[in-house]
T-cell receptor, first 113, second 117 residues
Framework: ETGVTQTPRHLVMGMTNKKSLKCEQH?????MYWYKQSAKKPLELMFV???????ENNSVPSRFSPECPNSSHLFLHLHTLQPEDSALYLC????????????FGQGTRLTVV | GENVEQHPSTLSVQEGDSAVIKCTYS??????FPWYKQELGKGPQLIID?????GEKKDQRIAVTLNKTAKHFSLHITETQPEDSAVYFC????????????????FGQGTILTVHP
């Protein structure tokens, strides 16, 4: 285990559903991230939170809504998704500031039907 | 923004051979270059990293080299084993106006490494 836990591991949802992905880190880090991993594409950074404040939104559609209530927890709220949003969603954390090493969770495999 | 190119996309070697994966980056301000290994059904795991103030770093069978002038860096795995089979990603981290990056990584496309027994 890397110290970053994501739930659920798998999720199938319809285009009209609302669901949430959860990430929890047990490493005492201050920065947390959401990445999207699609087939045959590089990992894409979606959001960055540092000390609970969003510091990066990489032009992500509004149907993805992040929430970071504290430095240990990160959520990704999903609504009215499209089939092309099907992917592996990875959460990561790092100590933030000048500490660059990012530790990833195992991801949530999302399928939009 | 930063752009990272990774080659080859697939690499097949015999057990005991060496494997080399190469990456180039575009932003000369990038100063942190990690390599991640992703096994099936798992998230990427950091295996080695290098910062711009050194040219080479080794950790047992793996090594990374960095050429800042040419803006490329490479992963070298010696004496490969079947358990080295995985997808390998290189990444580069730029810096923001404040001089910190908060781990904002730009990833390469990945290399599927297969080690045949």
């Amino acid at each position: 285990e890397t110290g970053v836990t994501q739930t659920p591991r798998h999720l199938v949802m319809g285009m009209t559903n609302k669901k949430s992905l959860k990430c929890e880190q047990h490493l005492g880090h201050n920065a947390m991230y959401w990445y999207k991993q699609s087939a045959k594409k590089p990992l894409e950074l979606m959001f960055v939170y540092n000390f609970k404040e969003q510091t990066e939104n990489n032009s992500v559609p509004s149907r993805f809504s992040p929430e970071c209530p504290n430095s240990s927890h990160l959520f990704l709220h999903l609504h009215t998704l499209q089939p092309e949003d099907s992917a592996l969603y990875l959460c990561a954390s790092s100590q933030g500031r000048t500490y660059l090493e990012a530790f990833f969770g195992q991801g949530t495999r999302l399928t939009v039907v | 923004g930063e752009n990272v190119e990774q080659h080859p996309s697939t690499l097949s070697v015999q057990e005991g051979d060496s494997a080399v994966i190469k990456c180039t980056y575009s932003d000369s301000a990038s100063n942190y270059f990690p390599w991640y290994k992703q096994e099936l059904g798992k998230g990427p795991q950091l295996i080695i990293d290098i910062r711009s103030n050194v040219g080479e770093k080794k950790d047992q069978r793996i090594a990374v080299t960095l050429n800042k002038t040419a803006k490329h860096f490479s992963l070298h795995i010696t004496e490969t084993q079947p358990e080295d089979s995985a997808v390998y990603f290189c990444a580069a981290s730029g810096v923001n106006a404040g001089g910190t990056s908060y781990g904002k990584l730009t990833f390469g496309q990945g290399t599927i490494l297969t080690v045949h027994p």
